[in-house]
């Protein structure tokens, strides 16, 4: 099936079924049935998306427990390996969780996907300007061990000009989505979604999913 977009107020992670209604936030969502073709999707989506170049992926170590320091210390050293100059690798020495901000190329194309397909944990931060990555990395924690609607808006009020991506995937479907402040900009990516595809409303998404045939792309 063609990729479909699904577009509402408030912060409505796809598989969060607490969302939230705020009208001052906006949730865009492309979903497809493999990442391959939804990953073609947001690529083109992004092409178009001139003004936002700066991408960054985000992720934290949630997973990483030490037995001892000598233990930190290689997984430091091999995970420091990974990065580029700009990067950040950074433990919060409040909660001792490491994360991670790597930047990403500019044209979508380029990227590579593997860490994004089927990871919840990790965002992609989309900005018009590049923002200094010690103060984007602190706004970042509130995300290191749950990412819930009510921490992204409280991240977005804190990074306004921002876009926040997130990738889901499933055995019957995928999803891209997009969160943001509503405002006039967001005008620009409704318009690009409205001129590539077809828009679902709400009660249609669990037909399109199971592939049952209506008046949208099939």
Known sequence: ??????????????????????????TTTLTNHNFNSL????????????????????????GAAFNSRTEEYLYKKNHT???NAEDLFKKNKKSNIYSTIRN?????????????????????????N?????????????????????????????QPDTILCRFYDSETHTAAQFFYI???NDNTLLNLMEHNFSQLHENEIC???N???????A
């Open 104 to 128: 990403l190329p500019n044209s979508p194309r380029n990227i590579d996907n593997l860490a994004l397909e089927g990871s919840h944990d990790t965002l992609m931060i989309i900005e018009k």
């Open 182 to 184: 509503t405002n006039d």
């Open 81 to 83: 390996n990974t990065l």
């Open 1 to 26: 099936m063609k990729t479909a977009y699904i577009n509402g107020f408030g912060i409505r992670p796809w598989e969060s079924a607490h969302p939230t209604d705020d009208v001052k936030f906006t």
């Open 130 to 158: 590049r923002s200094e990555i010690e103060k984007l990395w602190t706004n970042m924690t509130i995300f290191e061990k749950s990412i819930t609607p009510e921490k992204i808006s409280i991240f977005l009020e804190s």
């Open 207 to 209: 037909s399109y999913i």
């Open 211 to 217: 592939n049952i045939q209506s008046d949208h792309p």
């Open 39 to 62: 990953w073609e999707s947001w690529c083109e989506i992004m092409d178009q998306l001139v003004d936002w170049p700066i991408k960054r992926e985000w992720r934290a170590a949630t």
